[in-house]
């Protein structure tokens, strides 16, 4: 018996209010032999006290020495084996934005990209281009004819954009053309299975307009794509918890994520106090809030440690009026670590806390990844911190007699 299967025979339905708070790429390093990390450079008197009062530890979300993406790290956290679910980043994104992703249609994740003269990558990002700009070179490649498929281009923030390909018999099984990398190339996409064949011709065909489209334009003059896929049947946090559940989040990514695991993603909150106002309104709606913070992940992409510092202490300064909410169960941690010292996503564990009146006290003084690794929670998958929540939030019956 696996253990979803446990759960949905052991979920109760009780008046308990569950609060997950995620800070992407909470995890980091530090940058000079024994110095601090991020977290533990950080002024965060309000996580050091709800660390002190509950418990902590580590999480891993997918396998020790693996580096996850965004996606599969969420997916993790709510309880979903990344390895067996697996959602392309270009349909998370289109869920995001609302766009009616049917059925057949393959959808991919767009970055506009900078390239020099020879074709080779110097920017993944194009500077992080302001949304207005993103919108217009979305709107230019809207133009793009493909024979036999009809071509959808969508902006989704800043740099961003969705690409969907609708037609007969298209695979999804095809290789990202982003490299992951400055000073390369783009990637020629490349089909897995015969189903894809005609997938990458049609990615071909868009990719080479897109690039004459584009070539005049700066600094975003080509675009790379990644996380090609069809949308899947996932079974909803209520399904699998017996959860009302809500997504407190303002990039589009995650908010796709939640509307395919059935929460209710209220409208697009533009700043985090803003979040903590919405999740205050809805509070009596729901039993568990998903609250998502970006921007530690994005400083920590950018290699900014003390960027990524001010943005932990920004989140840090709204748990007070989170806490005045009164959850009987609040967890803070991240779907993957993104330390500033090496710009990307890594495999660390991520610090992990768990409060609750039913937590058992351990030595934890501070919340920081050098606490953590002594917090009374140990290292533990990912997959396990929903069933942990839900225990804790008394939802959970005996298990055998």
Not at 2 to 7: A, V
Not at 44 to 72: I, M, N, Q, Y
Not at 267 to 278: D, F, N, P, S, W
Not at 366 to 377: D, M
């Amino acid at each position: 018996m696996n253990l979803h299967e446990i759960i949905r025979k052991l979920h109760l339905r009780t008046d308990s209010k569950i609060v997950l708070l995620v800070a992407d790429g909470l995890g980091g390093l530090p940058t000079w032999p024994g110095g601090p990390t991020e977290l533990e450079a950080a002024n965060t008197p309000h996580l050091d006290a709800l660390a002190k009062e509950g418990t902590t530890g580590l999480l891993h979300p997918v396998t020790r020495g693996v580096t996850c993406g965004s996606g599969p790290g969420h997916l993790s956290l709510f309880g979903y084996d990344p390895t067996e679910y697996l959602v392309g980043r270009g349909v998370l994104s289109s869920l995001g934005i609302d766009f009616d992703l049917q059925a057949g249609d393959v959808a991919a994740r767009g970055n506009f990209c900078s390239v020099d003269e020879s074709g080779t990558v110097t920017d993944r990002r194009a500077g992080r281009i302001a949304d207005a700009e993103g919108r217009r070179l979305a709107e230019k490649l809207q133009a793009i004819e493909v024979p036999g498929v009809e071509l959808f281009i969508r902006h989704v923030k800043q740099y961003r954009f969705v690409s969907v390909f609708r037609g007969e018999d298209l695979g999804d099984n095809v290789s990202d053309t982003d490299p992951r990398s400055t000073g390369v190339r783009p990637r020629d996409p490349e089909p897995a299975d015969d189903a894809s064949e005609s997938t990458c011709k049609a990615i071909g065909e868009f990719i080479r307009q897109a690039r004459e489209i584009l070539k005049d334009e700066s600094p975003a003059n080509m675009v790379l794509l990644r996380g090609f896929g069809r949308r899947p049947e996932l079974p909803t946090l209520r399904d699998l918890y017996g959860l009302d559940s809500c997504a407190i989040a303002i990039y589009p990514m995650y908010r796709g994520l939640s509307r395919l695991l059935g929460m209710h993603v209220p409208e697009k909150a533009e700043k985090l106090g803003a979040q903590v106002g919405q999740m205050r309104q809805l509070w009596n709606e729901h039993d568990f809030f998903f609250f998502h913070h970006k921007s530690t992940d994005s400083s920590g992409e950018d290699g900014d440690f003390d960027g990524k510092v001010r943005e932990i202490e920004t989140l840090d300064r709204q748990l007070p009026a989170i806490r005045e909410l009164d959850p009987d169960v609040l967890i803070v941690t991240g779907d993957h670590s993104t330390p500033a010292s090496l710009a990307n996503h890594s495999w660390h564990p991520v610090p992990v806390l768990l409060n609750s009146s039913t937590c058992r006290p351990d030595r934890t003084l501070c919340f920081g990844e050098r606490e953590a690794i002594g917090g009374g929670l140990g290292q533990f998958p990912a997959t396990e911190l929903m069933a942990l929540a839900m225990g804790h939030a008394l939802k959970l019956d005996k298990f055998g007699a």
